[in-house]
């Protein structure tokens, strides 16, 4: 079923719109919140994502979907953001100093926490995106941005014009957006952090 019947069956029928959702879509979202609740306890993961779908459902008569922006993307930033509110409203778990220093932890701020597993979530994703795309592109970026190649190392290895390495960056760039939109990624500046 496309997302826009799907959002249609939401709009007519909640309870079997829902169960499709929840179908679909409940596996990707299960995997976001418990990227970024990592060491968190299985019933606040459970929470987020059933926070997720009630907000979806609660929201359903605005959301408008287009060819840049999909049901798909509107659900991961919705799992993003629930997650990041927990994150930032959870008072932080209670560790002894003894049990502190023993494990070799060091207290963070929920901040940091927040931070952290934002930031891991975002490097996965990006690192997953990059995989999805096509060679020689997949190449050039993962030897441009992740072993800090030149663009005339990248050409001299590849055997390609430096111009034709500076194409393939500029296309992958564009296509690199529309997978990232997919995954929850939506704004430009969340991807340069």
């Known amino acids: 079923m496309d997302e826009q019947r799907l959002l249609m069956l939401l709009k007519t029928d909640a309870e079997q719109g829902m169960r499709q959702m929840i179908h679909v879509y409940g596996p990707p979202v299960h995997k976001i919140c418990a990227s970024i609740l990592a060491g968190r306890q299985c019933e606040e993961i459970e929470e987020a994502e059933a926070d997720v779908f009630v907000k979806l459902w609660q929201h359903r008569d605005r959301v408008q979907l287009s060819e840049t922006y999909s049901l798909k993307s509107y659900l991961f930033a919705i799992a993003r953001n629930v997650c990041r509110d927990r994150l930032r409203n959870a008072s932080p ?35 997953s995106a990059i995989n999805e795309l096509k060679e020689p592109t997949r190449s050039v970026f993962y030897s441009r941005y992740y072993e800090g190649r030149s663009v005339r190392d990248i050409a001299t290895h590849l055997h390609f014009s430096e111009k034709k390495v500076e194409n393939i960056l500029h296309r992958g760039k564009s296509k690199l957006r529309s997978i990232l939109a997919e995954k929850g990624v939506t704004s430009y500046e969340e991807f340069e952090k």
């Open 93 to 127: 778990e209670t560790l002894s100093l003894e049990v502190a220093a023993e494990s070799g932890l060091e207290p963070e701020s929920s901040e940091r926490t927040e931070d952290n597993a934002a930031g891991q979530w975002l490097r996965e994703t990006v690192l």
